[in-house]
């Protein structure tokens, strides 16, 4: 039997797997770290493993050997292997798009084949990616000109969610391993500011655009792209420049040459790539051009080795089956409403926004793959910011706050800028908050402390706040593939437990089409009635005072 057919599946909550969970939660969950701590003096190893260079130490959650048994369980009535295997294969578990899912193929090496409606697609990969490194060293090299046979020293990558979100962040944090004398800009919102302030002080001479987008639909990434070429042909004056100043990241050749793109400088991807999980394809092309075609390689090198240690690591040993699994753990017996994701790096600044749109538009759904309404809950918001800072602004929710908030601590062992003590400094900050968070500080504590006793409410820390502390060797290429594969695999983990398509977005459809329509409208000047009275008088005032 095929997992993907999910209509043959038992409703999540008859599984005798979540059954036990759910009773096991009424024993457990008064249960405090403290405590379990104490009564197992090895947990901080217990709970803990080390594969493909990550360190993940999970002992600081509210489980017991049971809990992780009882989850396990859960994954295997799931029918997680075989979803694995499935996703690997090239079923098309995708199934409202009727698509295979195969981010995993564009790390996959040469010598490995992935067959897709009959045609091995792995050649294709490396096919694009020899391509793309070609282009990146000449531009790099300086031996790609301009129309006026000057070099490119800005690269403006043009997109939006998957085509920029990914891009953006890995160029933040692989900058170390950059090309320092190139200028890296990327244009995303519609709202011109984005366009205006990325090019205000560039040379269009000196300046490539990659209009990065699958459908080359896309009315923001259009919109902004069409205002590029008017911005190069003002300077350049002539339709030929386009071909020197223009490259497209897309899989539609027909719009991408109505554009008047040369597909000869197009870069081509699959529609079994989802846009969330694109930034090691084609639409990495702004980081291949940042950190150079090895780079680029070692990182989709990092990727695979996840892939791999996903594909065939034990459960119990599956970092991002582990990660997944404890997700859901807090989401649906917990009523943990949100993740929070803490890198404690610099270079990780937009590693959170980009986490949202992979998490968060994965499992953002409320249907099951059979169609039916979900009776309990699935993705939670993920959100964070790089420690420290964080840890000045909204951590004080996370220690005594009503919420429960479970969090990923992400540190380095070695810095990238060995400066003084700051690493140790920003180090010891990732094991107090975990330590804080988990153990809080005891009325008796404080009392110890000499507190008077009108200020010792406020200043106990219950603790039994659980977290993930996830240790890494150092920030490289590689480190940051497999980074993004863990986090990947277990939004996959999770939307298998959960039933749910992790592929799909329809979602973002509905405010796309109602945009278009009011789009519009907005161009005339005569008064609009055909919404609601909110939507009506929300737009006409704005044509009132826009004048
Ligand atoms: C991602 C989504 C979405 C998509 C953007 C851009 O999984 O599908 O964020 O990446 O809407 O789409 P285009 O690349 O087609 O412009």
Known sequence: MSTSSAATQTPLTQLPAWKALATHYE????????????????????????????????????????????????????????????????????????RAVLHVALRAPKSEKIVVDGE???????????????????????????????????????????????????????RHYSQRDLVFRFVSNIDGTDFAEATHDLDPEETLFIISSKTFTTLETMTNAHSARTWALKALKHQAAIAKHFVAVSTNA????????????????????????????????????????????KMLAGFHSIDEHFRTAPFEKNLPVLLGLLTVWYADFFGAQTVAVLPYDQYLKRFPAYLQQLTMES?????????????????????????????HSFYQLIHQGTHLIPSDFIGFSKTLNKLGDHHDLLMANVFAQAEALAFGKTAEEVKAEGTPAWLMPHRVFEGNRPSNTILVEKLTPETLGKLVALYEHSVFTQGTIWQINSFDQWGVELGKVLAKKIGGELEGAGEITTHDSSTNTLINFYKKQRG
């Open 27 to 98: 024993k457990i969950h008064t249960e405090h770290l403290r405590d379990l701590f104490k009564n197992d003096p090895k947990r901080g190893t217990r709970f803990a493993v080390e594969a493909e260079g990550i360190y993940l130490d999970y002992s600081k959650h509210r489980i017991t050997e049971e809990t992780l048994k009882l989850l396990l369980q859960l994954a295997e009535e799931s029918g997680l292997k075989a979803r694995i295997d499935a996703m690997f294969s090239g079923e098309k578990i995708n199934t409202t798009e009727k």
């Open 363 to 391: 499992n953002g759904k409320h249907v099951t793959l059979s169609g039916d309404h979900v009776n309990y809950e699935t993705g939670p918001i993920f959100w964070g910011e790089p420690g420290t800072n964080g840890q």
């Open 254 to 297: 027909a719009e991408v040459s109505k554009f008047g793109i040369d597909t000869a400088n197009m870069f081509g991807f699959w529609d079994w790539v989802g846009g969330r999980y694109s930034m090691d394809s084609a639409i990495g092309l702004s980081t291949m051009l940042a950190v150079g075609p090895d780079n680029f390689r």
């Open 120 to 174: 091995d697609v792995v050649p294709g990969v490396h096919e694009v990616l020899d391509r793309m490194s070609a282009f990146a060293d000449r531009v790099r090299s300086g031996e790609w000109l301009g129309y006026t046979d000057k070099p490119i020293k800005n690269i403006i990558n043009i997109g939006i969610g998957g085509s920029d979100l990914g891009p953006v962040m890995a160029y933040e944090a692989l």
